[in-house]
């Protein structure tokens, strides 16, 4: 009696690992799309990605590049104080959305140019991504806020 306890508890133990591997497999194999990383421009400069590689990059949009009305795609680049790199985007860009602003933007690093998928700008006077201010710090260009 005490053999056959033995092997179901054995048994139990090797089916409740293969599963809770299955479980991890099957949870990093669903998130493998879903984690994107931040990189500034200087970054993407010194390191360039892989054109399938998504990504998010951020920085502030350069004053003067800001280009719409040609057709649906947008152009302009966004700098870290560092480097800059040109951006377009097909869409609607967020209503507060401009030159000399703080942004960030998803997509792919193909041939010179990040194209994105999605554009998040600032949403009040003093919001900037955290990841934006920290490029900018490490960069030396960036201000705090009037007001703070």
């Known amino acids: 009696m005490k053999g056959l ?7 139990v133990l090797i089916i409740t690992t293969l599963a809770l591997l299955l ?4 949870i990093g194999y669903a998130m493998r799309d879903g984690i994107n990383f931040f990189r500034s421009p200087s970054e993407v400069i010194a390191e ?3 054109p ?13 590049t800001l280009e719409r009305g040609q057709g649906e ?3 302009f680049n966004v700098t870290d104080g560092g480097a ?7 869409g609607v860009l967020p209503d507060l959305f401009a030159e000399n602003q703080g942004m960030i933007g998803t997509g792919n ?19 900037m991504p955290k990841e934006v201010v920290d490029a900018l710090k490490d960069q030396g ?3 705090e806020p009037n007001g703070s």
Do not use: M, W
């Open 109 to 127: 690093y193909i041939n010179g140019i990040f194209e994105a998928t999605e554009i998040l700008a600032k949403h009040d006077e003093d919001y």
């Open 52 to 64: 399938r590689e998504v990504f998010r990059i951020g920085g502030l949009v350069e004053e003067g």
């Open 141 to 143: 260009v960036y201000q």
């Open 23 to 26: 479980a991890t497999g099957l």
């Open 84 to 90: 800059s790199i040109p951006v377009t985007f097909r």
């Open 48 to 50: 360039p990605p892989q």
């Open 5 to 11: 306890k033995k092997k179901r508890r054995g048994q």
């Open 73 to 75: 795609v947008i152009r």
